[in-house]
């Protein structure tokens, strides 16, 4: 029979030497403390994007879920996850009716007959919703039915990308999970990989795929939020890290980056930010291009309007390629939307404008399986044992997402094998997997020329 055999003891003393890794980075920070949960002042750590601190707080999150999930009665924890999703039905409220944003009007608590009155929601039920996020330590009540902001909630404010994101989730994603089970049944579109033909599907009744939906009249509330949301998943997911550890100073002067797909641009805007001296494309559909050029760079860096520095150009990757001759073509969570052959089809169009010089950047999570293999088997850093080798709980939004890509888009997140097999078949080179803390940069090149006597 399997044995815990010192386990508990191990993971005990994961979380306990992780914890002090993280004391460290706080300790050495400008603000030398590492906050409370009901501290509503920013920390400058609040948008690190050290290695060694989210390596440490990846473990003390994936071995304190191990250790309970180990040490608890199991028809305890099982309940317990299978009442999980009210949590995130809560926040979904929370953003909708605004209480957060409500909530600043009175930073030290409101009680809930105000927040019902400023809402429309009823009094009792308002305590009852946030009653259950304060006690998973979001809100917090400072005394019997006086809630008020704290670390975690203030994410929620409307002006905060999250909320778009969240809103993205709770009103566009969560409703299709209802139906996933009976689409999974389904003789016939169980087994498809068609973009048609997936929970988001059935749930909505529209017969054409997400991308198709987003450029309906009734799918204009999803691509701006979903437009918004992804500058809040890409700070939640560190992307950021692509800006400091990509070298992009080694591309040199006149590089030209197209950021393919790139939503609003988030990434570009960093770059932007970054290396005044790249010349910046950004392509996606028109209307999520409209919202990058009217809105969001204007607001965001206008200077590089000005200055001539970022190109908006409309395009659509499966029927054209983009700009010939770029030193980079970026794609960020774009792979992910899509089903094998689709995928190709993006990447062949790219490879028929490559020049020699340039390279494609796949930037999206490289899936881990949850056993572990010997460590020269192993793609990516496995964590310490006893912990699972994928870090558990520490990792688990790469399987959320992946899960989300099959609701909405019969897609899925990939492991490296598969992405180095997608690229194999547009005609591309694997040239490195490049680890950007969460996610991975997989860079492709054309074929080296052959050697011919
Ligand atoms: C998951 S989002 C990623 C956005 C951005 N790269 C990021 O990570 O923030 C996918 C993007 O692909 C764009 N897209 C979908 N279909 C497209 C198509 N046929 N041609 C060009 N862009 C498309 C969407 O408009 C959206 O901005």
New binding site residues.
């Given amino acids: 029979m399997p044995k815990t055999d010192g386990q508990i003891a191990a993971l005990g003393a994961l979380i306990s030497n992780a914890t002090k890794v993280v004391e460290g980075h706080y300790a050495r920070s400008a603000k030398p403390y590492v906050p409370s949960l009901d501290d509503t002042e920013e920390h400058p750590l609040d948008h690190s994007l050290d290695p060694e601190l989210r390596e440490a707080v990846q473990i003390i999150e994936g071995a304190c879920a191990q250790l309970c999930a180990t040490l608890a009665r199991p028809s305890h924890t099982v309940v317990n996850k299978l009442m999980s999703l009210y949590e995130s039905t809560c926040l979904g409220i929370a953003m909708k009716f605004g209480i957060p944003d409500v909530l600043q009007e009175e930073p030290a608590g409101m009680h809930i007959s105000e927040i019902a009155d400023r809402t429309g929601l009823e009094e009792r039920k308002t305590g009852r919703i946030l009653r259950l996020l304060a006690t998973k330590h979001v809100f917090r009540e400072v005394s019997e039915n006086v809630f008020a902001n704290n670390r975690l909630s203030l994410q929620l404010l409307a002006e905060n990308p999250l909320s778009s994101l969240g809103l993205h989730f709770a009103e566009d994603c969560h409703p299709p999970t209802t139906v996933l089970a009976e689409v999974l049944g389904d003789d016939a579109w169980g087994h498809s990989y068609s973009p048609r033909e997936t929970a988001f599907n059935k749930w909505s009744s529209f017969a054409d795929s997400l991308?198709a939906f987003?450029a309906t009249p009734q799918g204009t509330n999803l691509a701006t939020r979903f437009?918004i949301g992804?500058i809040g998943?890409?700070d939640a997911s560190q992307?950021q890290n692509v800006i400091y550890d990509y070298p992009w100073k080694e591309l040199g002067k006149d590089a030209t980056v197209c950021?393919l797909?790139?939503?609003v641009g988030?990434?570009a805007l960093e770059l932007a930010k970054e290396y005044p001296f790249l010349r910046l494309k950004l392509?996606?559909?028109w209307r999520?291009l409209e919202q990058a050029r009217t809105q969001v760079w204007p607001e965001r860096c206008p200077e590089a309007i000005r200055e001539g520095r970022i190109e908006f150009k409309a395009?659509?990757?499966?029927k054209e390629s983009p700009i010939p001759g770029c030193s980079v073509y970026y794609?960020?969570?774009?792979i992910h939307?899509w089903p094998d052959h689709d995928c190709v089809t993006i990447l062949s169009n790219i490879r028929r404008v490559m020049k020699p010089y340039s390279r494609v950047l796949i930037h999206e999570y490289i899936l881990q399986q949850a056993n572990r293999v010997p460590d020269g088997q192993a793609v990516s850093k496995q964590a310490p044992e006893p912990l699972l080798p994928n870090y558990g709980v520490g990792r688990i939004r790469q399987y959320n997402l992946d899960l989300d890509m099959l609701t909405m888009l019969n897609s899925e997140e990939r492991r490296l094998r598969d992405f180095i097999r997608l690229g194999e078949r547009a005609g591309l080179r694997f040239k490195k997997l490049w680890d950007m803390g969460e996610l991975g940069l997989v860079e492709f090149r054309l074929p080296l020329p052959s050697v011919h006597n």
Wanted: net charge negative; glycine share 20%.
């Fill in positions: 991308g987003v437009g992804m998943w890409a992307a950021d797909g790139g939503g988030y990434i392509q996606d559909l999520t395009i659509d990757f499966f794609l960020k969570n774009i939307d």
